[in-house]
């Protein structure tokens, strides 16, 4: 346990639901990511989020949604999704947006079908 | 961004030290050198970063170049572990320090097997 969890670890949707990812982390850190890793791509970062306000939309779709209700938890609403928003969605968090190092979480392995 | 170049893979043997090179020649003067690795099914995980001196800790050291162009990521021992994608990365000074470039951008890093 890295002391970033996310939740579900593994997801299969089909393209007309709605989902929700979760993330918490009780590490005391004030910023939160969300990273997107497509197979045999490098890391993507969607979302930054520091002291629950949003900072950073890296020209994601609106078919995600995130949410940053306090500093310790952080949601991706999914809906009508595609085929090729299959991926593995990554939380992070850092003591803020400042030069910290970033604590990952497992991830959570979504497949659109 | 400034941008970071690795080999795409190397190979190392179990109990040998390993030097993970990284090519960074456009980096500014304020610029962090950052070193993650991913181990398969897993999130990254911080390893180490620096900004001019060398630095150690639990896990491994960095030695960066005196014009700071490159930088070396050193694992003393490696284990099996250790077989990862290891990513060397720029980052700008955050919001706090005056900057506005503080984003962590990864590339694809360097591919290591670890052999028994």
């Known amino acids: 346990e890295t002391g970033v969890t996310q939740t579900p670890r593994h997801l299969v949707m089909g393209m007309t639901n709605k989902k929700s990812l979760k993330c918490e982390q009780h590490?005391?850190?004030?910023?939160m990511y969300w990273y997107k890793q497509s197979a045999k791509k490098p890391l993507e970062l969607m979302f930054v989020y520091n002291f629950k306000e949003q900072t950073e939309n890296n020209s994601v779709p609106s078919r995600f949604s995130p949410e940053c209700p306090n500093s310790s938890h952080l949601f991706l609403h999914l809906h009508t999704l595609q085929p090729e928003d299959s991926a593995l969605y990554l939380c992070a968090s850092s003591q803020d947006t400042d030069n910290y190092g970033y604590t990952f979480g497992s991830g959570t392995r979504l497949t659109v079908v | 961004d400034a941008k970071t170049t690795q080999p795409n893979s190397m190979e190392s043997n179990e109990e040998e030290p390993v030097h993970l090179p990284c090519n960074h020649s456009?980096?500014?003067?304020?610029?962090?050198i950052h070193w993650y690795r991913q181990l398969p099914s897993q999130g990254p995980e911080y390893v180490i970063h620096g900004l001019t001196s060398n630095v150690n800790n639990r896990m491994a050291s960095l030695a960066i170049a005196e014009d700071r162009k490159s930088s070396t990521l050193i694992l003393h021992r490696a284990t099996l572990r250790d077989a990862a994608v290891y990513y060397c990365i720029l980052r700008a000074p955050g919001l706090y320090s005056g900057g506005s470039n503080y984003k962590l951008t990864f590339g694809k890093g360097t591919l290591l097997t670890v052999n028994p």
């Open positions: 590490l005391g850190h004030n910023a």
């Open positions: 456009t980096i500014s003067g304020t610029d962090y």
